[in-house]
């Protein structure tokens, strides 16, 4: 009980500390701005918004305390050896590589970069310099990187779950240019999620006034011989995944099983370096490439299948579907195709408009379900509701925008320009 009390008192030192740190709104910043951008690109291509990006924001900020919850109470068990510094040098990192790529702002990146770091500071003497640069050498050199690699797998597992559980709803619908140059529907899939821990960390000399009565994973020996304290460890997660070939949820199940599978298997290479020092430049590589790695397949298994949302001879692939619409009440769902309106078979929006204002006041729909099978829907029109009944259609040739390149860097990000124009000598002013 005596034990309990003085975590909980850590906990509020360390929350407060967690309170003034700049990482985490910076990170919330970051989301914000990336959800924003979002609702903006979907105004632009389907002149509707179907996300409110402080809703998404508010979810995300939710379920990542839940699992800084979460895992700073398995942190309680870790003895993870870090400190204020190691918050500086992985969150600096990070920001280095935002600048570099958008999809660099992850801790696997960061972690296994100071890990390579590290291993070739171990071949110089820089550490022996009396300057700055043998201060930042010495930092680097005393950073717990097999801990900070457990950390980043715990995250990648929690990003799995969170993927499988959220990854679908901020799904956002898009026009793409094919491989042709002729547009094809897709969805973006991006999450990113602040997560607030409280680590338990060795306390400095003289400073400890609490010991635990249970032993730690990863127990350094002497560095934990002067009791133990708490610090608040902001960190980051989030994933970002583009799919023509895949329904929204099928990709986000994808994603959640390979981001599992590359947590266990850096969290066993992570532990292994805590207890054999040698396998650390190992396990740094594990981090870069096999989240490299995880990059590629997605990459290549999107290239070899053909595009799901294209119209076809059988009618009008429905990309997605606008919340609150008659559409939404007649259970139509993505990936569908609509065949029939008031028994007129529809192929384009032309025909789709006409065959909808046969009957002002009813609409009858036969469509194509995800199994092949057709299916019949039926509801009363009312005035003011969405003249397309709130589907949003695959693309045709009378598109006008598509979603421009996924940013790649900081400062495409906070470039105002998400989407093209099919007539590039008014795509300069969007």
Not at 33 to 38: E, H, I, T, V
């Amino acid at each position: 009980m005596e034990a309990a009390m003085d975590v909980l008192r850590l906990a509020g030192s360390a929350a407060l500390g967690l309170l003034l740190s700049p990482f985490y709104y910076i990170g919330v910043l970051l989301i914000m701005l990336q959800y924003f951008r979002q609702t903006r690109l979907e105004r632009k291509l389907f002149h509707v918004r179907l996300h409110a990006w402080p809703n998404q924001l508010a979810r995300t900020m939710l379920a990542g305390l839940i699992v800084g919850v979460l895992l700073s109470c398995a942190g309680l068990f870790l003895g993870v050896t870090v400190d204020g510094e190691a918050v500086l040098w992985l969150w600096g990192t990070a920001i280095v590589l935002l600048i570099v790529r958008v999809r660099y702002l992850c801790f696997a990146y960061s972690a296994g970069m100071l890990g390579l770091l590290q291993w070739g500071l171990a071949w110089s003497s820089l550490d022996a310099r009396g300057d700055w640069i043998g201060s930042a050498a010495r930092s680097v050199g005393g950073l717990d990187i097999p801990g900070l690699l457990v950390l980043v797998a715990l995250m990648h597992i929690a990003e799995g779950l969170l993927v499988r559980w959220q990854g679908a709803r901020f799904a956002s619908p898009l026009f793409l240019e094919g491989k042709r140059g002729k547009l094809v529907g897709g969805y973006m899939l991006q999450g990113y999620w602040p997560v607030p821990m409280l680590l338990l960390v060795p306390a400095a000399a003289g400073s400890g006034d609490v010991t635990l009565p249970w032993s730690l994973l990863l127990d350094g020996g002497a560095a934990w011989s002067h009791g133990v304290t708490m610090i608040g460890f902001p960190m980051m997660i989030g994933f970002t995944e583009l799919t023509r070939t895949m329904l929204p949820g099928a990709k986000a199940r994808s994603s959640s099983k390979a981001l599992l599978v590359y947590g266990i298997i850096l969290g066993a290479a992570a532990v292994t370096a805590s207890f054999w020092s040698p396998f650390m430049l190992a396990a740094a590589l594990c981090a870069l490439l096999l989240h490299e790695a995880l990059v590629a397949v997605s990459y290549y298994k999107e290239d070899a299948n053909m595009p799901l949302y294209v119209n076809d001879d059988r009618g009008l692939r429905i990309l997605a579907v606008i919340p609150g619409t008659p559409a939404e009440a007649m259970g139509l769902q993505a990936g569908e195709i609509i065949q029939k309106v008031n028994g007129v078979p529809v192929r384009s929006k032309e025909d789709l408009h006409a065959a909808l204002h046969i009957n002002s006041a009813f609409c009858k729909l036969e469509a194509v379900n995800l199994e092949g099978h057709v299916k019949f829907a039926q509801r009363a029109r009312f005035a003011g509701e969405h003249h397309q009944l709130g589907v949003v259609l695959a693309p045709d040739d009378q598109a006008g925008f598509y979603a421009a390149a996924s940013p790649a860097s900081l400062f495409d990000l906070l470039r105002k320009r998400t989407a093209k124009s099919r007539n590039r000598s008014s795509s300069a002013s969007l």
